[in-house]
């Protein structure tokens, strides 16, 4: 590792070669058997998201905005998760707990990103539920594709942007102590805590950025909802009603199994310091695992017509058999 010593303080700066990251604390001689269930979960990431962007690819039927917006957050979540089963794999399968310093700070800002990301393609998922509710007959020309491919760039550059100025701030940073971090991948509330300069900067800017992203979004998402709510009460009929809303199930609980674990990992890292370490790696897990696993699942049960895209596929390949 690069180091100088610092008269002043008497201490040593260095800029650290590797980052150690650790599994489950305590069932370390276990972590041969833990990688089971791990990898499954890979597994059902992988094909639940995969079948779904599969479906929505070939069937012409769900060419729609909605399935476009599904099909972005399945690609968001592959790619978060594509982005963390490196390390987690790396620990559990192989006892590998070492990573780079500019692989953890790749590991870091790509993760990160992309779970920016999610969370825009969920704001702009609820617009689309609000516009078909609100204006159904002109729901595909008010949401183009051009339209649809803009809001994805649009996410996508603003979740880079956020990210970018956080991890040139991180890696200027000179680190005194320990190179221990206390998960399986590398989270930029980890990571802050090992330089020994000041970070109030640092802080300053990721509270910026969650409460533009994160933050903005949520309210955003609950307005829509509002006024979701408020078009809702406006049909006369009640069958209409329990239609329209039945149509913001499966993005209402893909809200909830994304915000949750968020939220609840976010407050374990600021006031759960007491806490034991197991907690707070089930925690991190959950909030890694969660929702790639749930919402293929949700969107595959509760929403019709990707049901009966599936059903379609299956009996045609049972056919061909």
């Not at 150690?20 to 791990?38: D, K, M, Q, R, Y």
């Not at 990301?117 to 007959?137: K, T, W």
């Not at 609950?222 to 009640?238: C, E, Q, R």
């Not at 039945?246 to 209402?252: A, D, E, P, R, Y």
Request: some cysteine; overall charge positive; aromatic content about 10%.
């Amino acid at each position: 590792m690069k180091s100088h010593h610092d008269i002043s303080n008497g201490s040593i700066e260095f800029t650290p070669v590797t980052f150690t990251l650790v599994g489950i604390p305590g069932l370390e001689a276990e972590h041969i058997w833990i990688s089971i269930p791990f990898c499954l979960l890979y597994i059902i990431i992988f094909i639940g998201n995969g079948i779904i962007l599969h479906i929505i690819r070939i069937d012409p039927a769900l060419h729609q905005p909605m399935y476009f917006f599904l099909a972005m957050l399945a690609s968001v979540e592959l790619s978060v998760s594509t982005s963390t089963m490196p390390t987690v794999l790396g620990i559990f399968l192989f006892g590998i707990h070492n990573i780079s310093f500019g692989g953890c700070l790749l590991q870091m800002f790509s993760m990160h990103s992309f779970t920016l990301m999610e969370s825009g393609v969920l704001l702009a998922m609820s617009v689309d539920r609000f516009v078909a509710i609100y204006s159904p007959l002109r729901y595909t020309t008010i949401l183009t594709i051009p339209r649809i491919v803009g809001m994805g760039a649009t996410i996508a550059l603003r979740s880079v942007m956020l990210m970018f100025p956080l991890l040139i701030l991180l890696k200027g940073l000179p680190f005194c102590g320990h190179n221990t971090l206390t998960h399986s991948y590398c989270l930029h509330s980890d990571l802050i805590k090992l330089p020994c300069a000041d970070t109030h900067l640092n802080s300053i800017l990721g509270l910026f950025v969650i409460t533009s992203t994160f933050g903005l979004d949520s309210l955003l998402i609950m307005v829509s909802y509002l006024l979701i709510l408020h078009t809702v009460l406006g049909i006369a009929s009640g069958v209409g009603q329990w239609r329209a809303l039945n149509t913001c199930m499966s993005h209402i609980c893909a809200v909830l199994v994304y915000y949750v674990p968020m939220i609840s990992l976010s407050l374990l890292h600021r006031f759960g310091q007491h806490l034991s370490p197991l907690l707070q790696t089930v925690m991190a897990n959950a909030y890694l695992f969660f929702p790639p696993v749930v919402n293929p699942i949700v969107y595959s049960i509760k929403t019709k017509e990707i049901r009966n895209s599936i059903v379609r596929i299956l009996s045609r390949k049972r056919g061909e058999v």
